[in-house]
Structure formats: structure tokens, C-alpha cells
């Protein structure tokens, strides 16, 4: 697969299995409707995933890409999509440690101040 690059992120998707099937996966840049959409019409439905996020010092190849100078270090978010029978797919995003957050939202949150 391609990484997509750009100044403050790259990802990876790692679901060579699915090419074949799936040919637009291994084409560069983003797929317009999504690729989880894409899959699902395609007879691949994802109906889950299992988030990992962790912080390293990049690599120098990391550094390179993401234009990183000494002591910025990356977070890398692994997501593994299930289907109903397996994985099917696994991303790493890996974002400059310095000008990105992750904000997660679980449950019933309409009594946040930013919902209403």
C-alpha cells in the first residue's frame, strides 16, 4: 500500500488480503466515499475496530516525512477493523507529536457544553 503523506501526518492501511477484491485499496490518495464504505459495497462489511495509541521518537525515515526536528516526538494510532469473522484490515496513522490532539467521544454525551 501507498502512505499518504502530508506535513503533520501519514497513514498506512495494511489489507493487501483484500486487493484482489478490492482494487481501489491499493491505489494512492484517499478513496472519496471512504474505505469502509467502499469495502461494504463490495461485500466486506467492517462492524468494528480496536483502537492502540502510542508515542515514540520517530524514526529518521519519520522524520523526514513528517519534516520533524530533534526531540518532537510522533503518536502512532494503530486501528484494526473487524468484520462479524475477522480482521480485515489494519491502519497506522502516524501524526507529528506536536501539532495534533485525539478527542474521543463514547456514549450519551448530549449534556456536553459543545453539543448544545
Do not use: K
Amino acid at each position: 500500500m501507498q502512505p499518504d503523506t502530508s506535513a503533520h501526518d501519514f497513514l498506512t492501511d495494511h489489507a493487501s488480503w483484500l486487493v484482489d477484491e478490492s482494487p481501489r485499496l491499493a491505489e494512492p490518495g484517499d478513496i472519496a466515499e471512504g474505505t469502509t464504505r467502499y469495502l461494504a459495497s463490495r461485500g466486506i462489511e467492517q462492524v468494528g475496530y480496536f483502537d492502540e495509541i502510542a508515542a515514540r521518537m520517530p524514526t529518521p525515515e519519520e522524520a523526514r516525512l513528517l519534516e520533524i526536528g530533534a526531540g518532537v516526538p510522533v503518536m502512532l494510532w494503530t486501528r484494526t477493523g473487524y468484520s462479524p469473522d475477522r480482521p480485515i484490515r489494519c491502519t497506522i496513522t502516524t501524526f507529528r507529536g506536536d501539532l495534533n490532539r485525539m478527542n474521543y467521544e463514547i456514549g450519551e454525551l448530549s449534556a456536553r457544553s459543545e453539543n448544545t
